[in-house]
């Protein structure tokens, strides 16, 4: 009755990793309990989480042919356009996130195109843009740029805008850090660098102010609800945008995070739901007003 902070289904996203292959599920080593999922199966699963109550699904696509410009990530028969209009199709209700970003397309690796080996911003704003109307007319409910390259907000905006998609949301991972939590991700979605790291577009761990910066510039450009990413480690950034901006905060449970409780439940050193609920509470606690988090499905059941 008098609990301050509560988690309820309605705050969860649950991230899907989908590709063209012949078996339904491929499971992710570094993730236990995850798979890639074909087609089919990413609708069977869209299906019994909107049947237990999640109310959003964030897309990553591993595609079957990359290269430099990342082409797949904009190409209307790219697996995410494709698995998008699967599951509005099959699911109507369900609100799908489309991650905009190149990494997971481009043969190097890197959220933006590489000139003289290095990430050039401005060239890859255009990209990112083709990939948003792209999801957007694939039926895409929420468009979420993940890069980090300055600018690209206010460029898909404007080109959702000129495209007749002026009610499409657009989720920015605003604050997205340089961190070592991301490992198991880029397993699962074969997204590593092929060389050198992020860390010239992604944001230094040891920075708050930074942080300030980051999500007033996305505002000012268009975006509707600002990411924080990775969370646990993250939860006094998220507690300090909460203080200074009015807007709708999300947070993204990361896949370090989820292996290392995995991990520790596997081995019999922690109540696992106990700890997931705990963890999850922290971050709504912070200031979160979505959670996107591996254990959405299993959350919304104990919800």
């Not at 002026?166 to 060389?195: C, H, L, M, T």
Request: charged fraction near 25%; proline fraction near 5%.
């Amino acid at each position: 009755m008098v609990r301050e902070t509560r988690l309820s289904r309605e705050q969860l996203v649950m991230p899907l990793f989908v590709r063209d292959m012949p078996e339904e599920r491929r499971a992710i080593a570094s993730m236990p309990g995850q798979s890639q999922l074909s087609l089919t199966a990413l609708v069977t699963e869209a299906r019994e989480l909107y049947r237990r109550g999640v109310p959003a699904i964030i897309l990553f696509g591993i595609p079957e042919h990359k290269d430099a410009q990342g082409s797949e990530g904009h190409s209307p028969d790219g697996i995410i356009a494709r698995a998008i209009a699967a599951v509005k199709d099959a699911v109507p209700e369900l609100l799908v996130f489309a991650d905009v970003c190149l990494c997971e397309y481009t043969d190097h690796g890197h959220c933006g195109v590489l000139v003289d080996g290095d990430v050039d911003n401005d060239a890859t704003l255009p990209l990112l843009a083709r990939e948003a109307i792209t999801y957007a007319r694939a039926g895409a409910d929420v468009i979420a740029p993940s890069d980090m390259m300055d600018g690209r907000v206010g460029a898909i905006r404007d080109a959702l805008d000129e495209n007749g998609f002026q009610d499409r949301s657009i989720v920015s991972y605003a604050v997205k850090y340089a961190s070592a939590f991301y490992g198991p991700f880029r397993a699962a979605a074969e997204s590593a660098p092929q060389e050198g790291d992020r860390r010239g577009y992604q944001m230094d761990p040891a920075n708050v102010r930074e942080a300030f910066r980051e999500a007033a510039l996305d505002l000012e450009e268009g975006a509707d609800v600002l990411m924080v990413k990775p969370a646990l480690a993250y939860l006094d950034v998220l507690r300090a945008l909460r203080d200074r901006f009015d807007v709708p905060l999300a947070a993204y449970s990361v896949s370090g995070e989820y292996a290392m409780v995995e991990a520790a439940a596997a081995a019999g050193h922690i109540d696992r739901r106990a700890v997931i609920l705990e963890t999850l509470g922290s971050v709504r606690r912070a200031g979160a007003d979505i959670l996107l988090t591996y254990w959405a499905g299993e959350v919304a059941e104990w919800l």
